[in-house]
């Protein structure tokens, strides 16, 4: 990162001093500020590859029961909502362009346009886990929920019959197939679930950066955290772009 | 400069500031930043899970007394083991080097200030001790009965046990371990002094970066599977429940995909350790560094495809079976790399038999008697009739407690000077390092013997014709229990009593010896030094002069 010295120069504390130690925002255990903004964003990518490995073990138990149980996961799939799931993808994607700019702002340092693209992306976040909300207790009404509530293929098969005849047909020919669609809700709820909870946390660190910005109105601000915030609510973004077409799309093909 | 500075600098005209009695309330202990303060906090944390588990340990010997189950009850004895397992794997031999020597030397010895996120470091050390702490109170309220693996259904359908609470804590745990292998990762990539290139890091900080490697890719994926099964337990999704379609079987691809390199991480950062201490006491430049550092981060990738040689008993296919025998069988290889390089460094080496030696050369040989039995296991065929016997109770051992936990004893005697400023009794120690080497073999070798007659783990009632060589088993591990009880007398001893330790007390290469203070200052360096040569340069070093002045010129920018 060549230019890493030249993006902090625009923090007026920090470039011109000489002593290490001059610039407020840095480490006792740096011995510069391009040290310091390395680090962290090493740090961060670390942190990513791990997040990836966490996700990596539950997407991996899922496509082996995909494959294992295809004809009931395709038939599970059709369950779920693709106009929601659509919605919730745009949102996802919008709060992830709020965030960008937010991002930039923060380097310019223009507070008030932080503060709004943050408070954004935070509604952003909101309408997703608002419209999660609606999905999550539509499963809850339709008898779709693994291990409490799982009737929709067995008492209320005929609610099934209505749209999709064939899956009420196969699973009366078959009715293994129920479980293994239990199955397909387990992962559903496991892998939302998961992803829902990294939203929550993005919305707690994101409306810290916005109360920061507020009370620190006239300082200039460590523009580090922003980044940090930034990569990882892309990184909330895109397990959401792998799990959407994984859950909601594909069928059995 | 910060009030707390110049303070600080006004001290120094009485006593000499280091990082011990800079602050000195309980408090400033609790909220410390500093590396070397939070390794001495994870020091006292690990020994008292040790003694736990050691605690467990004797109780499990104590019942194969007599091959009838009669002092402890078939529920009760599955517990202790369990309580062993999991004390002695998550919450000491997990933490124990990274933790402790990686936290208080990594900075010292790449000449850094702190590692890269000393608050993050706190943090670790709060998730490893309160996971302790609720893994703890699942024994309290009853235990857990599973073994410390966790096996679906028996830690799912069939679990009348605290299995939750353990897995949680576990993985707040295993959370903790993954922060800290972030932090060191960070640290060593972008917090070297100038000058300190990647081949003159000593062999140490190899170890840290290729054993980090598996922590940050390798504890995720038991992290979930983990939290799987406690929603199993919890909400009752059947991922690993045949009943509900699932696969526990599943449930063993995902624990050992972390639980084998898991053994890395015990291992790898002993490797480290002994390779300092070989090359200190023979005074001799390691041979070869350049394949001891890379065959560390051969065993950290490679381990993570060796994982299903736990499990060629559970129907996984044949083909499937003899792939990872194979490479099971090519992980050898870097690991013979290591122990022929330490063979050839000994050899014409000015070899001084300190404490620490002992310590490193008794892994030596314990590690590669676990190794090659470990080749025992990788073989299909063998491995059929050996599985579950206590021929892999012997085999794991002796990796993990003759060389993981030598590795720790060997860098608890060679850093302690360091870390305390005093000089632990000598003649002491080295009975110690006698007998536990002893002991340990007494304890393991005839397990060995056991396990080829057919013994099963696990069970608290055995076959009479086995009685003789399970006393002998319990006789060996009350030697070898004497054998960790002395440390703790004479090094607690020491910190009141013993000699005052010089710098360099070993005459050793590496920062942290040849210009770091006696007890390092809460800053470790006056000014950050510029490295101008590799480690391990001991080819100017004589008997009677101390070592070279440095290797290393000061000025800094600071
Ligand atoms: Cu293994």
Redesign the interface.
Known sequence: MSNTTQDLSLDPHGAHGH???DNPHL??????IA?QY??YT??MW??I???V??????F??YA??RY??LEAFSYAHLELDVFWGTVNTFVLLFSSFTMALGVRAAMLQARKAQIGFFLATILFACVFMGVKYVEYSAKFDHGLI???NFTLYTEHLNEVREKHPHVAEAVEKNPALV??M??FF??Y??MTGLHGLHVLIGIIVIGALVIRAWINKNKPLDYMPVEMVGLYWHLVDIVWIFLFPLLYLVGGH | MSAAENQMETQAHHEKVNYINVRTTLLSWLVTLDHKRIGILYLLTVSFFFLIGGLAASLVRMELVSPKGDLLESDTYNKMFTTHGVMMIFFFLIPSIPAVFGNFLLPLMIGARDVAFPRLNLLSWYMVAGGGLLALAALIMGGVDTGWTFYTPYSSSFAKTQVALTVVGIFIAGFGSIFTGINFLVTIHKMRAPGMTWFRLPLFVWAMYATSLIMVLGTPVVAITLLLVAVERLLGLGIFDPARGGDPILFQHLFWFYSHPAVYIMILPSMGVVSEVISAFSKRRIFAYHFVAFSSLAIAIIGFLVWGHHMFSTGQSMYLGVVFSFITFLVAVPSAIKVFNWLTTLYKGRIELTAPMMYGLGFIGLFTIGGVTGLHLAAMATNVHLTDTYFVVAHFHYVMVGGAIMGYMAALHFWWPKMTGRMYPESWAKLSAMIIFIGFNVTFMPQFILGYMGMPRRYHSYNEEWQVLNVLSTAGSSVMGLGYILPLGYLLWSLKYGKIAPQNPWNARGLEWEIVDAIPHPHNFETIPIVTQEAYDYEHWHPNKPAQQPVIVGGGKS
């Open positions: 002593g290490a130690h480490g006792e255990q740096f011995e510069d040290q390395d680090t090493v740090g670390a942190f590859v791990q997040e490995m966490f996700f990596g073990g539950v991996a138990a082996i029961y294992k149980y693994p291990g409490h479980p293994q239990e199955l387990g992962f709820f496991a």
